[in-house]
């Protein structure tokens, strides 16, 4: 077994010291795969034929995803983009629905044999781009889209 080169040159850290992998907050942008990815899983758990203020879902999905903080535009902005890859997938049969009240935006999601497999295969797209960023972070010595 090789070791890994900082056990090489550091050992274990002192009894009762914190543990330094904490994972810091994170604000969701639109166009981040990572943020989309979240948004979609959430999305595809949330109750079918029954229209939910976006409001509602976007502070479901910070609830959630406590780490994360969800903007009321990005979440939107996904499911803008959801819509329209639902419209260019299946010719535009309206199954994901947004709409305003007087509370602000609505969202209506149609229960549809084929909608699960849809949001599966979306998620496993942005999984695909997640893993590909990582991957150029990594090679990049570090260096991101945000750098």
Same mark, same amino acid.
């Given at each position: !077994? =090789?070791? /890994?080169?900082?056990?090489?040159? %550091?050992?274990? %850290?002192?009894?009762? !010291?914190?543990?330094? @992998?904490? $994972?810091?907050? #994170?604000? %969701? ?14 999305? /595809?758990?949330?109750?079918?034929? #029954? ?7 976007? @502070? ?20 803008? #983009? ?18 305003? @009240?007087?509370?602000?935006? $609505? ?5 549809? =044999? ?21 991957? #150029?972070? $990594?090679?990049?010595?570090?260096? /991101?889209?945000?750098?």
């Amino acid at each position: !077994m =090789t070791e /890994s080169t900082s056990t090489l040159i %550091a050992g274990d %850290a002192p009894q009762g !010291m914190p543990d330094a @992998n904490m $994972t810091p907050p #994170q604000i %969701a942008r639109s166009g981040d795969p990572f943020a989309a990815l979240r948004i979609v899983h959430f999305v /595809s758990r949330l109750h079918r034929n #029954q229209t939910l203020q976006l409001r509602d879902v976007v @502070n479901a999905c910070n609830a959630t995803f406590l780490d994360w903080y969800f903007t009321e535009k990005v979440v939107l902005a996904e499911i803008v #983009q959801l819509q329209a890859n639902w419209g260019i997938s299946f010719h535009g049969d309206d199954r994901i629905v947004l709409d305003r @009240n007087e509370r602000g935006h $609505t969202l209506l999601i149609i229960d549809s =044999t084929k909608m699960s497999t849809f949001l599966i295969n979306e998620a496993h797209r942005l999984s695909e781009k997640c893993v590909e960023e990582l991957r #150029q972070f $990594t090679l990049g010595d570090g260096i /991101s889209a945000d750098n």
